[in-house]
């Protein structure tokens, strides 16, 4: 594949992501919105604890719910969900019991409304990228869960996007897909993880801090300032 070709597949795949950026920033806002409502009734300890199954059954409803609204780009390649982002947050914040969960609700979802062909793979993949998130939190263990900064969200999608390629690179490498269609699937996940997917993990972080802060409140004297 020349370099022409190359920029070709990359400006395609910006097109693409491009003119599905409205149902995407709708996916954005909604996942922030769901964090948003489960910390307010929940609190911080939802997005801190894995010993509740809450978060792996909102979120993997979610991605259930997102598989229906976006059925008809289902049996193609292009797929404009969020269902990596969910995927990934159940498994960093809420554990492998929580994960399992968004799972196979996810699973249910490609089965129900997505093509049967390659759904094995597609399994797989949901699993892996899941899973990843448990393995990138144990990674990244010194780093408080309550206080990530920019620069910790920058690394943690950085990890996401490299764990959302081995099964690709896994299906181009057996020719079960062209060259082509790995590099445009490539170039989507990193365009999403790079916006999208920074946005989400952000602004989650920030409205973990504000909650944190709230709920503190509630242990400080109003008159001394003091616990």
């Known amino acids: 594949m020349n370099e022409a070709t190359f920029l070709q597949i990359i400006h395609k795949a910006f097109t693409i992501e491009l003119a599905h950026a409205q149902i995407l920033l709708l996916q954005t806002a909604g996942i922030i919105g769901i964090v948003a409502i489960l910390l307010i009734v929940r609190g911080h300890a939802v997005l801190s ?111 996401k996007f490299l764990a959302s390629l081995p099964v690709t690179i896994f299906m181009y490498i057996s020719n079960n897909i062209p060259a082509s269609l790995f590099y445009s699937i490539s170039a989507r996940r990193f365009i999403a993880t790079f916006s999208f997917s920074i946005i989400i993990m952000h602004t989650i972080t920030i409205i973990l801090r504000k909650e944190i802060e709230r709920e503190n409140q509630f242990y400080l004297d109003s008159l001394s300032g003091l616990p």
């Open 49 to 159: 604890e894995g010993r509740s199954y809450v978060l792996g059954v909102v979120f993997g409803c979610a991605n259930f719910l997102l598989a229906f609204m976006v059925e008809q780009w289902m049996q193609g390649p292009t797929k404009p969900y969020l269902r990596n982002d969910l995927l990934f947050l159940s498994g960093f914040f809420g554990g492998w019991q929580n994960a399992s969960i968004t799972i196979l609700c996810s699973c249910l979802g490609r089965f129900f409304f997505g093509s049967s062909q390659d759904l094995m793979v597609s399994s797989v993949d949901t699993i892996v990228i899941g899973y990843s998130g448990i393995f990138i939190r144990s990674l990244l263990k010194k780093i408080n869960i309550q206080n990530i900064s920019f620069v910790n969200v920058i690394l943690i999608s950085t990890l």
